[in-house]
């Protein structure tokens, strides 16, 4: 079955660090890959996604993504964080649209905290 | 703005109570759906509308029914509430199926006693 995992539940870095979330993802295709952003009380947006082409993506607010086939990871970076960036974070997969029926999978989510 | 709207944004039910949930988006999209979030399990299909007059099961359709009133709305009702139905819901749309790029609501925490 179609899964994705995010292994780290929560996330505490300082204030101007960088940032890495990992992602990990089981499907039988080459999938489409996505990143959104969850604000306290708010619903998700897109942070960015990979289709095809460059495996290195950006996004808004700064953040990138890196998509490596041979670890079927798509981790997200940020080289400086801001305490704006506290937030959850999804990672989410879905097929081709050549492939009908595809829906959104997500994964568990990253609690992202910030020092000052 | 544009977007997707939900109502209610709270909402606290006695066991064995009904409800729908409200959803609607003004961007013209043609497919919608219906996720539930808890705590370390990430979000959940429960329904989805591919198309105006179309509705399918998710991962977790039980419990629920869905209505794909027209194309601007889907709702979602509870028949019967239950305590594992607490949670916090959200509608989301995007153009077609297969299209990702949703658009979420802002959500309804929902809360069963």
């Known amino acids: 079955a179609q899964s994705v995992t995010q292994p780290d539940i929560h996330i505490t870095v300082s204030e101007g660090a960088s940032l890495e979330l990992r992602c990990n993802y089981s499907?039988?295709?080459?999938?489409?890959l996505f990143w959104y952003v969850q604000s306290p009380g708010q619903g998700l947006q897109l942070l960015l996604k990979?289709?095809?082409?460059?495996?290195l993506v950006q996004g808004i607010k700064g953040f990138e993504a890196e998509f490596k086939r041979s670890q079927s990871s798509f981790n997200l970076r940020k080289p400086s964080v801001h305490w704006s960036d506290a937030a959850e974070y999804f990672c989410?997969?879905?097929?081709?649209?050549?492939?009908?029926?595809?829906?959104?999978?997500f994964g568990q989510g990253t609690e992202l905290s910030v020092k000052p | 703005n544009a977007g997707v709207t939900q109502t209610p944004k709270f909402q606290v039910l006695k066991t064995g109570q009904s409800m729908t949930l409200q959803c609607a988006q003004d961007?013209?999209?043609?497919?919608m759906y219906w996720y539930r979030q808890d705590p370390g399990m990430g979000l959940r299909l429960i329904y989805y509308?591919?198309?105006?007059?179309?509705?399918d099961k998710g991962e977790v359709p039980n419990g629920y029914n869905v209505s794909r009133l027209n194309k601007r709305e889907f709702s979602l009702r509870l028949e019967s509430a239950a305590p594992s139905q607490t949670s916090v819901y959200f509608c989301?749309?995007?153009?077609?199926?297969?299209?990702?790029?949703?658009?979420f609501g802002s959500g309804t925490r929902l809360t069963v006693v």
């Open positions: 989301a749309s995007s153009r077609n199926q297969g299209d990702y790029g949703y658009t």
């Open positions: 499907y039988g295709a080459t999938p489409y």
């Open positions: 990979y289709f095809s082409g460059d495996t």
């Open positions: 989410a997969v879905g097929p081709s649209i050549y492939n009908q029926g595809g829906k959104l999978i």
């Open positions: 961007m013209n999209h043609n497919s």
């Open positions: 509308s591919a198309s105006e007059g179309t509705t």
